[in-house]
T-cell receptor, first 114, second 118 residues
Framework: DQQVKQNSPSLSVQEGRISILNCDYT??????FLWYKKYPAEGPTFLIS?????DKNEDGRFTVFLNKSAKHLSLHIVPSQPGDSAVYFC?????????????FGKGTHLIIQP | KAGVTQTPRYLIKTRGQQVTLSCSPI?????VSWYQQTPGQGLQFLFE???????NKGNFPGRFSGRQFSNSRSEMNVSTLELGDSALYLC?????????????????FGPGTRLTVL
């Protein structure tokens, strides 16, 4: 049972345009969500997070939107830059008074075209 | 601050052997989590340690174990290696606490240890 799903294995976007990466989840117990970016042969790099009590969080070019009723979140990158080409993972976590392991989606490979 | 470090970066072992991987978290971080990444399954949670205690465990067999030391450094051990254990093993550290009115639970990953089982 995949609790976090990223249905697009890859996404191609032109440089300067907006990149929108989507993520769906089934576990309503997640307290927070995170987005990570991963280059080959490196560990994931934390990008941005959102608490389940919010519907939007913004950090520079990155904005995460959360729609709890639809169990859907999205990451917007604007404007997209060549260095944004990487695999993006969305993850859900539950605080529950302690740290539960993150549950990751399988990732979306974002390709920024010049 | 220095990031999360993992040693060794690469390991080749044969079936039946055992292996120990090491992780040094970001200074001040008290929580260390371990993940396995494979092409088919993606990133999967192994276990999490906080203040030398295992707080949470994923769905992996007992051959996978870990521990955390008083300086928050952590080790992960896999015994009786199988071919399917070939993967990238990632360690992530997190502060897991309140600071300045905000709860910090973001996990920061190390570069991983690439384990190949022959």
């Amino acid at each position: 049972d995949q609790q976090v799903k990223q249905n697009s294995p890859s996404l191609s976007v032109q440089e300067g345009r907006i990149s929108i990466l989507n993520c769906d989840y089934t576990n309503s117990m997640f307290d927070y969500f995170l987005w990570y970016k991963k280059y080959p042969a490196e560990g994931p790099t934390f990008l941005i997070s959102i608490s389940s009590i919010k519907d939007k969080n913004e950090d520079g070019r990155f904005t995460v939107f959360l729609n709890k009723s639809a169990k859907h979140l999205s990451l917007h990158i604007v404007p997209s830059q060549p260095g944004d080409s990487a695999v993006y993972f969305c993850a859900g976590g539950g605080s529950g008074g302690g740290a539960d392991g993150l549950t990751f989606g399988k990732g979306t490979h974002l390709i920024i075209q010049p | 601050k220095a990031g999360v470090t993992q040693t060794p970066r690469y390991l080749i072992k044969t079936r039946g052997q055992q292996v120990t991987l090491s992780c040094s978290p970001i200074s001040g971080h008290r929580s260390v989590s371990w993940y396995q990444q494979t092409p088919g399954q993606g990133l999967q949670f192994l276990f999490e340690y906080f203040s030398e205690t295992q707080r949470n465990k994923g769905n992996f067999p007992g051959r996978f174990s870990g521990r955390q030391f008083s300086n928050s450094r952590s080790e992960m051990n896999v015994s009786t290696l199988e071919l399917g254990d070939s993967a990238l093993y990632l360690c992530a550290s997190s502060y897991q606490g309140l600071a300045g009115g905000r709860y910090y639970n973001e996990q920061f990953f190390g570069p991983g240890t690439r384990l190949t089982v022959l």
